[in-house]
């Protein structure tokens, strides 16, 4: 079993729905949350940073951790063509190195 | 800041030849990542320094692949001899320090015949 597990879709949504991401993680040791994007040929960006459960928001998105069933979701709101790109959750430990999931490529259609 | 700064942003090559990628990290910061990432495996790290020292390689696929920080402010990573199952998008991350947020360069997308 992978640690930090995602579709990889790919994911194909109108302009102004709204987006769920969704990651399941293995490693109940896991405190540090995180959501990268990817631009196509880019490298990944840190979008949402989050410490354990709980739900933070940052303009359109939203960001949801659940220790309980180790899942992570990312919500965008009024979703738009710029937000086309490749979503990795990413997980560590206070200690340890980021373990990325594999990623989920989204495409919004205007 | 120009942010991480990779290169060559491409490389083709041939098997068997020594495949030399750089990196220069954002100034200041004091921990270095690489990481490979191919439609298979998605990104992985393969070691990471911090002031300079090699904290973590075990992620290093194999004696072919290493991993020098001469100083704070250049890395390079060195495949000899390169396979066909190196082909990937290589990314060098640097951060203030080892726990705090990584930025990432723009990838060398390497390419062995």
């Known amino acids: 079993q992978k640690e930090v597990e995602q579709d990889p879709g790919p994911l194909s949504v109108p302009e102004g729905a709204i987006v769920s991401l969704n990651c399941t993680y293995s490693?109940?040791?896991?405190?540090?949350f995180m959501w990268y994007r990817q631009y196509s040929r880019k490298g990944p960006e840190l979008l949402m940073y989050?410490?354990?459960?709980g739900n933070k928001e940052d303009g359109r998105f939203t960001a949801q951790v659940d220790k309980s069933s180790k899942y992570i979701s990312l919500f965008i709101r009024d979703s738009q063509p710029s937000d086309s790109a490749t979503y990795l959750c990413?997980?560590?430990?206070?200690?340890?190195?980021?373990?990325f999931g594999p990623g989920t490529s989204l495409s919004v259609i205007p | 800041d120009a942010g991480v700064i990779q290169s060559p942003r491409h490389e083709v090559t041939e098997m068997g030849q020594e495949v030399t990628l750089r990196c220069k990290p954002i100034?200041?910061?004091?921990?270095l990542f690489w990481y490979r990432q191919t439609m298979m495996r998605g990104l992985e790290l393969l070691i990471y320094?911090?002031?300079?020292?090699?904290?973590?390689d075990s992620g290093m696929p194999e004696d072919r692949f290493s991993a020098k920080m001469p100083n704070a402010s250049f890395s390079t990573l060195k495949i000899q001899p390169s396979e066909p199952r190196d082909s990937a998008v290589y990314f060098c991350?640097?951060?203030?320090?080892?726990?705090?947020?990584?930025?990432f360069g723009p990838g060398t997308r390497l390419t062995v015949l």
């Open positions: 990413a997980t560590k430990t206070s200690y340890d190195k980021v373990i």
């Open positions: 490693n109940s040791a896991f405190q540090y």
């Open positions: 989050t410490y354990s459960s």
């Open positions: 100034s200041g910061h004091n921990s």
């Open positions: 320094f911090n002031n300079n020292v090699p904290i973590d």
């Open positions: 991350a640097s951060a203030a320090g080892s726990r705090d947020t990584q930025y």
